[in-house]
């Protein structure tokens, strides 16, 4: 029986890239391994790679004063001999020595297992999945979910962190044995800045088999589902609401519902009795939970380059779901918009000309994107992803 190894800096559960990447395996036989922050749920073995530190709040519980000052300052020198290294270049020293790549290397290599392929979900597990890789004559498939050089557009990412991952991105992509990333724009960059073949594999959800709801003269419902993340600027929408007519109602569900930022965010729509904040529902029960509603909606400034380039997995819920979408002009985002034609955007990245668009649509405009949406779910599935991993897997290790 082939062995694979999936390994990915986040829990994988909630990750449905990965969570997929492990279901489709181990229906086809194959023998996987995961490593990650949490167990994915799939039977299998589960490697925990997650940085356990100890926090203020644990001193604050069981003072200790002289621990708490020596480990303060043990990490703030490391931070600064880290970020020194970063500014003369001395890449691989700062990669090598992340306790996160330490700390997953020591867990992953205990388990002494023998692997015939690594699975690399993102930049920064590539260098780690190669070495691992090495002593184990395994191939490598990395899945950049993002394209980490350009992953934010801050002073502190630029100064210290720009050059880093270029540096990686330069030496170890082209010792993977395959690549794939989420969307055309993505893929593109990766290959002329790189010189790698990159193909593309979508962030389509599982099939679910249900029908698309009527949308009423008098009230049309709007979802957004996700992760409540302060750079995405999710406030937006809450501002488009003030604009929007008395028909239109929007509903919010995120996955860290008890988060600072969600806070502030439920503080400014308190005033407006037509937004609801729900809490969440299991990754693989969205599209049939968000079924009842009648507009996705999702509104992105594309302040960063992965941003501008976003094809979200919510985009292909909205569409299991039978939902029509409404979304500013994200490049990749209309481009679906616009093949199927099951949804609205606006010219600019204006909340008060998306909220004109969203006021000039009858609810028999909603009930024919519905439908388009219903013929769209048969294809933007993903049993499209099942195909394309085999395909890979079986020309990498048979």
Known sequence: MKKILIISDSPLESDPRVYKQIKYLKEKGYYVATAGKSPSGIEGDFINISVKQKKLSDFLRKPDIDTFLKIVKKNISNECL????????????????????????????????????????????????????????????????????????????????????????????????????????????????????????????????????????????????????????????????????????????????????????????????????????????IPEFINKYDIGIFLLLPHIFNYKMALPNKLFEFIQGRLAVAIWPSQEMVKIVNKYEIGVYSQNFDVKEMADVLNNLTEKDINVMKKNSDIAAKVLNSEQNKKQLYSIIMNLIG
Not at 83 to 97: G, S
Not at 246 to 274: P, Q, W
Request: aromatic share 16%; net charge positive; hydrophobic share 35%.
């Open 82 to 285: 880290r970020r020194m290294f970063l500014k003369i270049r001395c890449y691989e020293r700062y990669y090598w020595n992340s306790f996160f790549v330490r700390n997953s290397l020591e867990a992953i290599e205990n388990c002494k297992g023998k692997y015939d392929l690594i699975i690399a979900n993102d930049i920064p597990v590539l260098p780690l999945s190669l070495k691992l890789a090495e002593k184990n004559n395994a191939k490598v498939y990395i899945d950049a979910h993002e394209y980490e050089p350009r992953q934010y557009n801050t002073f502190k990412f630029n100064f210290f962190y720009k050059n880093y991952w270029y540096y990686i991105c330069k030496k170890y992509l082209p010792q993977a044995d395959y690549m794939t990333t989420v969307c055309d724009g993505i893929a593109e960059t990766y290959s002329s800045n790189f010189k790698v073949k990159c193909d593309v594999m979508m962030n389509l959800p599982f099939y679910c088999n249900v029908k698309p709801k009527k949308c009423s003269k008098d009230r049309i419902r709007m979802i957004h589902h996700g992760g409540a993340s302060e750079v995405r600027r999710l406030e937006k929408m809450i501002e488009l609401m003030d604009y929007l007519d008395e028909r239109f109602e929007l509903d919010f569900m995120f996955i860290n519902n008890d988060c600072e930022y969600v806070t502030k965010l439920k503080k400014l729509a308190s005033k407006n009795n037509r937004i609801r904040f729900l809490p969440p529902v299991n990754m693989p029960e």
